[in-house]
T-cell receptor
């Protein structure tokens, strides 16, 4: 099992749609979690941190289920500007993979008018 | 500009040549990371510095790769005898301390896109 696995993409949705991305992680001792956004040929940028039971930021909601080792990102009322790749990122337990964050492959979202 | 700076933005080199990339992290960030990203993949960890100490190296970092952070500020990543498989985006990121990953996520630079021909 890969350390961080995400839904295969791409996701193609119309404006206004609600879209959900899922991510699973293999290390049950992982400490914290993030969602990053990456635009084409740009660097990844932190979208949201996900702590404890999850959090919300405007149209974006991140959920964490530690028992199932599962993280999700929900985007409501999709905008054209939401088109990007969304990457699930895991902070592993100390001593595994050093202290470096582990990035998933990402899922590409395309929002059309 | 208070972000992470990387130089150059693009580098085209012939196979077998040596290349060096530079990263200037956010000044108050003591942790610096190098990642590599190829098309369709997420960033893959290469190496990590806390201040000037290189604390972790990935198995991806073959002996042709070397990284330094001599004064705990900027860092360089050198690739010797480049191969076509080294073609990728090389990303530098920094963060503050306070636990693995800092707890705050990383700030990435714009990356150096290497093409080996």
């Amino acid at each position: 099992r890969k350390e961080v696995e995400q839904d295969p993409g791409p996701f193609n949705v119309p404006e206004g749609a609600t879209v959900a991305f899922n991510c699973t992680y293999s290390n049950s001792a992982s400490q914290s979690f993030f969602w990053y956004r990456q635009d084409c040929r740009k660097e990844p940028k932190l979208l949201m941190s996900v702590y404890s039971s999850g959090n919300e930021d405007g149209r974006f909601t991140a959920q964490l289920n530690r028992a199932s080792q599962y993280i999700s990102l929900l985007i409501r009322d999709s905008k054209l500007s939401d088109s990007a790749t969304y990457i699930c990122v895991v902070n592993p337990a100390a001593g595994q993979a050093g202290t470096a964050l582990i990035f998933g492959k990402g899922t590409t979202l395309s929002v059309s008018s | 500009d208070t972000g992470v700076s990387q130089d150059p933005r693009h580098k085209i080199t012939k196979r077998g040549q040596n290349v060096t990339f530079r990263c200037d992290p956010i000044s108050e960030h003591n942790r610096l990371y190098w990642y590599r990203q190829t098309l369709g993949q997420g960033p893959e960890f290469l190496t990590y510095f806390q201040n000037e100490a290189q604390l972790e190296k990935s198995r991806l970092l073959s002996d042709r790769f070397s990284a330094e952070r001599p004064k705990g500020s900027f860092s360089t990543l050198e690739i010797q005898r480049t191969e076509q498989g080294d073609s990728a985006m090389y990303l530098c990121a920094s963060t503050v301390g306070g636990g693995p990953g800092g707890g705050y996520g990383y700030t990435f630079g714009s990356g150096t896109r290497l093409t080996v021909v």
